[in-house]
T-cell receptor
Framework: DTGVSQDPRHKITKRGQNVTFRCDPI?????LYWYRQTLGQGPEFLTY????????KSRLLSDRFSAERPKGSFSTLEIQRTEQGDSAMYLC??????????????FGNGTRLTVT | SQQGEEDPQALSIQEGENATMNCSYK?????LQWYRQNSGRGLVHLIL?????REKHSGRLRVTLDTSKKSSSLLITASRAADTASYFC????????????FGKGTMLLVSP
């Protein structure tokens, strides 16, 4: 399967702990996105990479969140000092450079975070 | 913040019936996309319509776009139980990078 893969699928952590999620995009895709989705809502944009450069971050992304894509391949999303409000599904997506804007996104199955 | 808003929030139909979902958005767009999400899974891209297009078909799917009304509709014909899922519209803006903004979705239930 050469789709987008995310690890882990589920993560339960206690408030105040740090967590890190990994995303492996489709290999030939140079764009990688992180979204967050809570129950009954659509995905909410967090951040976007083109190759290894982080080109956009949501204003909603607090300083406790950091994302990296060190070699332009896989990406990690770290949340420091987790809060109960961080409980959500964290979705990674990738796309290729087909046109100037808005190629279709290929999503992974997400990492579900529960903060207790 | 979410740019698109789907209507209805939930839709329940019988197999074989058609399902229509609507999406309204606020600012000018470059394109609009529809995605499907099965429970607990990631989103799957269904169809993309550019701002200069008015209608597009893909199999049992028909999408329309009215930029003057800032709205789009997704029609699924001859629905099947396997179409049960949440459906989201996502808009791409005319400027900036290629991030998409998603609506809250329509939950479709197709009963056998």
């Amino acid at each position: 399967d050469t789709g987008v893969s995310q690890d882990p699928r589920h993560k339960i952590t206690k408030r105040g702990q740090n967590v890190t999620f990994r995303c492996d995009p489709i290999s030939e895709h140079n764009r990688l996105y992180w979204y967050r989705q809570t129950l009954g809502q659509g995905p909410e944009f967090l951040t976007y990479f083109q190759n290894e450069a982080q080109l956009e971050k949501s204003r909603l992304l607090s300083d406790r969140f950091s994302a990296e894509r060190p070699k332009g391949s896989f990406s990690t999303l770290e949340i420091q000092r987790t809060e109960q409000g961080d409980s959500a599904m964290y979705l990674c997506a990738s796309s290729g450079l087909v046109s100037s804007y808005n190629s279709p996104l290929h999503f992974g199955n997400g990492t579900r975070l529960t903060v207790t | 913040s979410q740019q698109g808003e789907e209507d209805p929030q939930a839709l329940s139909i019988q197999e074989g019936e058609n399902a229509t979902m609507n999406c309204s958005y606020k600012t000018s767009i470059n394109n609009l996309q529809w995605y499907r999400q099965n429970s607990g899974r990631g989103l799957v891209h269904l169809i993309l319509i550019r701002s200069n297009e008015r209608e597009k078909h893909s199999g049992r799917l028909r999408v329309t776009l009215d930029t003057s009304k800032k709205s789009s509709s997704l029609l699924i014909t001859a629905s099947r139980a396997a179409d049960t899922a949440s459906y989201f519209c996502a808009t791409g803006m005319n400027s900036g990078y290629s991030t998409l903004t998603f609506g809250k979705g329509t939950m479709l239930l197709v009963s056998p």
